[in-house]
């Protein structure tokens, strides 16, 4: 349950991000829940392979290259999903250093709600 949570919110965290940054865009609800599994489905298998790949690379950054990675993942998503195009690799660094502003921001109103029904 708590898995499909997060699903919807990051698919909700996708639309509110699509309304506001030009160069982002999402056809429809639909495709930002789909946005919203790629995305999980990509860190889940390719970025663990990027990071190790490139970790020469993120200590020599001193970790800044995994910006790199994650905007890389977001170009993935938009290849995979049709109804989700960003305009260029500035506007995916920005859209996901974004995307986990609000993830993290969305997911502590929901670790909050489930500690307080436990009382």
Known sequence: MKLILKILLTAIA???LAKFLPGVE??????????AVVLGLL?????????????PATIVTLGLFLL?????II?????FVSGFAVSGFWIALLFSLLLSLFQSFLYSLLNEKNE???N
């Open 26 to 35: 999402i056809a429809n609800y639909t495709s930002a829940i789909i946005v």
């Open 116 to 118: 307080n029904s436990w």
């Open 75 to 79: 170009l993935l998503a938009d290849y």
């Open 68 to 72: 790199v990675i994650n905007a890389v």
């Open 14 to 16: 996708v639309v509110i």
């Open 43 to 55: 860190r889940v298998t390719v970025k663990p392979l990027l990071i190790f790949f490139t970790l």
